[in-house]
């Protein structure tokens, strides 16, 4: 059981930054998942936890103790990698055993301690096949078991699961939050996978450039994100941003662009706001296609079925189309006029030019 704290903790190749000054508390018991686009700076920011790669400065802290000179080993901390590297030519009970047997564990309690794993991981049929038997997920849950049976302090994991497809994945999503249930250990998993990130995380650290972006619940930073990058991030498909300009009407602040109006909730009148340049988010399901809607309206120019839910892109004069989520029931033609309203308080406002959230 571990706390892990990160404090100003930055990675420096040559001249190029790739981790900056990340502050972060991951508390015992915890399943943080670090997210963010390729070359963010999550495996170097893992990896300076596992003691993989030196910090160029701040401190990795583990229950406590600043670790920087520690090495990976003594850290007591378990690792789960996207490539697997499972050894080929023994059994699935001699990989999971592997590790316990480095550390002269007795055969009694090898063979104990590998026969409860198996029973958490439910791999029992499987100790007797050999890695070449066995398939995709079959594989990644020897590799989790092999890894849960030295009973570490903390998990950490980066990708593991980015080699399956994708209803393996999901279905291995549920697995490793139930691990992580009946464990209780401390897990960090790193991902690229927005929806990943939502569905396991008790918290989300959001990274960009070597950066932690926003931290928070995934519900919290899916409906009240920082900047724009972070709202972008979460959501299939993304968020719609349509720029425009704030203006005073009758005592409060509307948004206008080239084609829409939109009044805004807030508390506050906030007549300083007047003719400043934003940027109006709102997630596609906040969009409804109602008849004589006031936000705005346009031409339907495509529709994507999903099944449960529609997604319809309607054109409306901005330089991309708006995308809409509507239930599969509403029917709409290509083609056919429509007009729109945004549900109440679901919008949210971004300077146009620093990105950062607005709040009224
Ligand atoms: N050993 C290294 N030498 C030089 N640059 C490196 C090294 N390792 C990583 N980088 C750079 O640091 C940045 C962060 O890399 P990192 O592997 O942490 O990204 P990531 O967020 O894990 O991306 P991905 O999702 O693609 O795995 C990248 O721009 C990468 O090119
Ligand atoms: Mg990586």
Known sequence: MAKI?????????????????VDLEIQDGE???????????????????AGFERPSAGAVRIGGRVVNDMEPGERDLGMVFQSLALFPHMTVFDNIAFGLR?????????RARVQAVTATMKIAPLLSKRPGQLSGGEAQRVALARTVVNNPSAFLMDEPLSSLDAKLRVEMRTELKRLHTTLGSTFIYVTHDQAEAMTMADRIAVMKDGRVQQVGEPLDIYNDPVNMFVAGFFGVPSMNFIHGRLEARG????????????PLDGKGARPDLAGRAVNLG??????????????GSG????????????????ESGGNVPLITKVESTHHVRPGEKVSFEFKRGQVVLFDAGTQDRIRL
């Open 5 to 21: 704290e990160l404090e100003k903790l930055s990675k420096d190749f040559g001249r190029f930054r790739a981790v900056d000054g």
């Open 251 to 262: 005592g409060s602040l509307a948004f206008a662009s080239a084609s829409l109006l939109c």
């Open 299 to 314: 031409a339907v120019n495509l529709i994507e079925p999903l099944g449960d839910e529609t997604l319809v892109h309607i």
């Open 31 to 49: 399943f943080m998942v670090f997210v963010g686009p390729s070359g963010c700076g999550k495996t170097t920011t893992l990896n300076m936890i």
């Open 102 to 110: 480095v550390k002269k564990t007795g055969e009694g309690e090898v």
């Open 282 to 295: 709102v997630r596609p399901e906040n969009i409804r296609i109602v008849e004589g809607g006031d936000a």
